[in-house]
Nanobody, 119 residues
Framework: QVQLVESGGGLVQPGGSLRLSCAASGSIFSIYVMVMGWYRQAPGKQRELVATITSEGSTNYADSVKGRFTISRDNAKSTVSLQMNSLKPEDTAVYYC???????????WGQGTQVTVSS
């Protein structure tokens, strides 16, 4: 069982920045075979991919956040972060950390952290 603890959400004005962090612990066979990522779910919408990163540093971003968000990870600390710049009201959602084996389709989820972009 993998435990994920997220932090860093909050209220920010349009154009502002936030940094989300997620720490993984528990039964992680090896962080080096895990893909870490962030997803988000806005009210009334399905959960969607924001960004993922492999242990080698290969990243994947949703088109809507490319150029504004940056995902990073620290394998030694089993952490993943999401730097969010130029935030827009449509970025408002609950953001979830996810960790999965690179060969798996699903994995473990954090409890979620609310990000609200509003003036």
């Amino acid at each position: 069982q993998v435990q994920l603890v997220e932090s860093g959400g909050g209220l920010v004005q349009p154009g502002g920045s936030l940094r989300l962090s997620c720490a993984a612990s528990g039964s992680i066979f090896s962080i080096y075979v895990m893909v870490m990522g962030w997803y988000r779910q806005a009210p009334g919408k399905q959960r969607e991919l924001v960004a993922t990163i492999t242990s080698e540093g290969s990243t994947n971003y949703a088109d809507s956040v490319k150029g504004r968000f940056t995902i990073s990870r620290d394998n030694a600390k089993s952490t993943v972060s999401l730097q969010m710049n130029s935030l827009k009201p449509e970025d408002t959602a609950v953001y979830y950390c996810n960790v999965r084996h690179k060969l798996a389709l699903s994995g473990s989820w954090g409890q979620g952290t609310q990000v609200t972009v509003s003036s």
